[in-house]
């Protein structure tokens, strides 16, 4: 069923991938925090084209609003800044980026941008940014890099100080997004809000929106029939696969 679903709801297809789900704990008490599934350079996206794509559609613009809700404990927006920082881009005109979660503990752990990261997850993010990674980050003094699996690292300031981050729900958060020539990373969540909900967002999206904006999901949203929701509400979908603009 949701095989037929992924197929056919979209034109495009990308090879499948697994997250990871991470759970996190106080690192004092070791008291459990949250469950959150996320990871550098998710593989439902193509980064390397979603980047190209972003860039070359804004090139005339001098100021893009780029905004990521849902976005977790920051991984997917710390990808995002150093697609776009690695290609050399006027941080003035996509910066800041503003990070938005539901859940104050993930903006907790974004805000200090310390993360276990693993070795897999540090060749795709290579792949992208197409430099060390140490670019960008630091690796903590107390994680040796020989670690087998992962190790441990830092936003570094002049990197991190480009990201906020804070508590928002975008159910109530869309009527705050700008109109006009914003990127909104709305991903992987549309399922949580169920058909009905969802659909009610998309046209509130799609009506305060314009075509200068960009629309960005994920394959979990795919795979439960929502690129047709957005599609109905008025979005269109563009030649890079999860990415949609309004009509």
Known sequence: ??????????QFKTNTFKAYNKSVYDKVTNRFLYDTT?????RDLDWNKLTDFLINKYKNVSKVNTIIHACSDGEELYTFAAALLSRGINTDKFFPIIGKDINKDNIKIAQNSIYEISNKEIEQLENIIKTSYRNYFDILPDTSFN?????????????????????????????????????????NVWPYLGTKNGYKLSTKLAYQLKPSSTLVIGMYDRA??????????????TEVPYVFEPQ
């Open 147 to 187: 670690s087998k699996d992962t190790v441990k690292i830092k936003g570094k300031d002049t990197f991190s100080k480009l990201l906020k981050f804070e508590q928002g729900d975008i159910t109530e958060d869309y009527r705050s997004i700008p109109s006009e020539n914003t990127i909104l990373f709305l991903r």
């Open 224 to 237: 439960w029939n929502f690129c047709k929701i957005l599609k109905d509400a008025g979005f269109k979908e």
């Open 38 to 42: 996320t990871c550098f350079a998710r």
């Open 1 to 10: 069923m949701i095989i037929n679903q992924i197929n056919n709801s979209c």
